[in-house]
């Protein structure tokens, strides 16, 4: 069963204080793995989408990379309205797995 | 913006009465999906569908129907809704890529708010 872990639960940040989120994941044979951002009230927006060991992509403030265990997300100098959820899913067969997410706030 | 839509957006509705729930998209994709979300669980596939009249079952579909009449709608249906069933519904579609070929990644809707009391 493909499983996917996500920490820390929640994360606080000052403006321009960099981190990373974490997603862990257990799945026999990686098709992709993916990065979503979601607001409150809102559907899950898509940022990434990694397909093997190795592989980075980044967007504004926002760098994903993966290795064959977990993925990284990782905010440089966040702003306020990067203040969100940040999803994790993974794909082995036709169907998604999500983590349940990191809710992330930065401040002022 | 993946041209997706869902109606309605909130409902509240009684234990024992049919709800059904519409996905539209504006692209013609042939892959759809319907997830729910939840607090401690994230989201898990309900049902999809890979072309009109063609669906398959999620993780939990039980208490579930899905219709595709037509390449734009995808309906979900609670025949009677239970309290277990209050949750916020989410649709997806995979775009296709050249020749009819599904790519990977799901863009979502807005989401439907659903309250069964």
């Known amino acids: 069963e493909d499983q996917v872990t996500q920490s820390p639960e929640a994360l606080r940040l000052q403006e321009g204080e960099s981190s990373s989120l974490n997603c862990s994941y257990t799945v026999s044979g990686l098709r992709g793995l993916f990065w979503y951002r979601q607001d409150p009230g809102k559907g899950p927006e898509f940022l990434f989408t990694?397909?093997?060991a190795g592989e980075e992509k980044e967007k504004e403030r926002l760098k994903a990379t993966l290795t064959k265990k977990e993925s990284f997300l990782h905010i440089t100098a966040p702003k306020p309205e990067d203040s969100a959820t940040y999803l994790c899913a993974v794909q082995a067969s036709s169907r998604l797995t999500f983590g349940e997410g990191t809710q992330l706030t930065v401040n002022p | 913006d993946a041209g997706i839509t869902q109606s309605p957006r909130h409902k509240v509705t009684e234990t024992g009465t049919p709800v059904t729930l519409r996905c539209h998209q504006t692209e013609n994709h042939r892959y759809m999906y319907w997830y729910r979300q939840d607090p401690g669980h994230g989201l898990r596939l309900i049902h999809y569908s890979y072309g009109v009249k063609d669906t398959d079952k999620g993780e939990v579909s039980d208490g579930y129907s899905v219709s595709r009449s037509k390449t734009e709608d995808f309906l979900l249906t609670l025949e009677s809704a239970t309290s277990s069933q209050t949750s916020v519904y989410f649709c997806?579609?995979?775009?296709?890529?050249?020749?009819?070929?599904?790519?990977?990644?799901?863009?979502f809707g807005p989401g439907t708010r659903l309250t069964v009391l």
């Open positions: 997806a579609i995979s775009r296709d890529a050249s020749y009819g070929i599904r790519t990977d990644t799901q863009y």
């Open positions: 990694l397909y093997s």
